[in-house]
């Protein structure tokens, strides 16, 4: 008995080699696995690729296939695993020609789970990260025009949510806190459309605090870059219900923030 099962063992140990000695080459899994993509079978497609590079670790196909891998997860709707799989690549190969491709799959990843400005937005932190990555080491690559635009989305949307958060602190008069939510917006994102409402909020919660100085350069920095704002006039108007009008701290974190601030007429705004 004991015999037979050492027969049958033997027999499997050898089918097992036998069938991975047996595996087909490298050129016919990816043939399949890109067969596989061309109809749309996804998730298949990225095993099929997965396998490749598990059972050719070394053929010039394997190191493709890992990103291809990361790009069927993602066209599948498989987030984690493209993530995975494109990071993998990233970390094994920097610098290839595929690379811009991974980062562009991690940032297409986290982007597409973006929520709205009250929610969380780590996906979004994600994605703002790849995209600068994308931009900043493959500017040329095919990838790097459409980062730019996605990079503002990112931009606008933290901003918001820094801007709703900030709303808030305010509203339940907690002063300091709206300071620091509407401090990211100026120093980070301004770029953004929400910048100018920033500013007119520090004027209000630094007035508030009887911090004047501070909210003096806010105002100051919102009429130089933005004059036309409605928001200025509104900051202003503030300022000078208190009989002060706008005027630069050079110890201000704003001054520093915008780098030059230059000198400010005390006229209002037009």
């Given amino acids: 008995m004991s015999g037979a099962l050492l027969a049958l063992a033997g027999c499997a140990s050898s089918g097992d080699a036998t069938s991975i000695l047996n595996a087909d080459p490298p050129e016919k899994m990816y043939a ?5 993509m ?33 790009y069927a997860y993602y066209k599948a709707g498989k987030t984690p695993e493209a993530i995975a799989s494109a990071e993998r690549y990233t970390v094994m ?5 595929d690379a811009p491709l991974a980062h562009h799959i991690i940032a297409s990843s986290y982007f597409d789970d973006i929520n709205t400005s009250n929610r969380d937005q780590a996906a979004t932190r994600k994605a703002l990260e790849q995209l600068k990555i994308l931009k900043a080491r493959y500017p040329d690559s095919t990838y790097a025009n459409d ?22 602190y305010m509203n339940q008069k907690n ?7 509407f401090k990211v917006v100026v120093s980070d994102y301004q770029t953004t459309a929400h910048v100018e409402e920033a500013l007119m909020r520090l004027t209000e919660s630094y007035m508030a605090l009887g911090v004047t100085t501070e909210a003096q350069t806010a105002v100051a920095v919102l009429g130089h870059n933005f004059p036309q704002s409605k ?18 701290s050079q110890d201000s974190w704003m001054t520093k923030a915008w780098k030059a601030v ?6 209002g705004p037009g």
């Fill in 38 to 70: 061309s109809k749309g079978k996804f998730e298949d497609a990225a095993r099929k690729f997965e396998d490749l590079d598990r059972s050719h670790p070394y053929s010039p196909e394997a190191r493709r296939a890992i990103v291809l891998a990361a």
């Fill in 147 to 168: 980062a730019d635009n996605r990079i503002r989305i990112c931009e606008d949307t933290l901003a918001a949510s820094e801007m709703e958060v900030g709303r808030y």
């Fill in 32 to 36: 399949d696995a890109d067969r596989l």
């Fill in 93 to 97: 190969h920097p610098g290839t020609k």
């Fill in 231 to 248: 928001w200025y006039k509104d900051a202003y108007a503030l300022l000078k219900s208190d009989g002060l009008a706008p005027a630069q």
């Fill in 262 to 267: 230059p000198k400010f007429s005390l006229g």
């Fill in 175 to 181: 002063f300091v806190a709206a300071i620091n939510r």
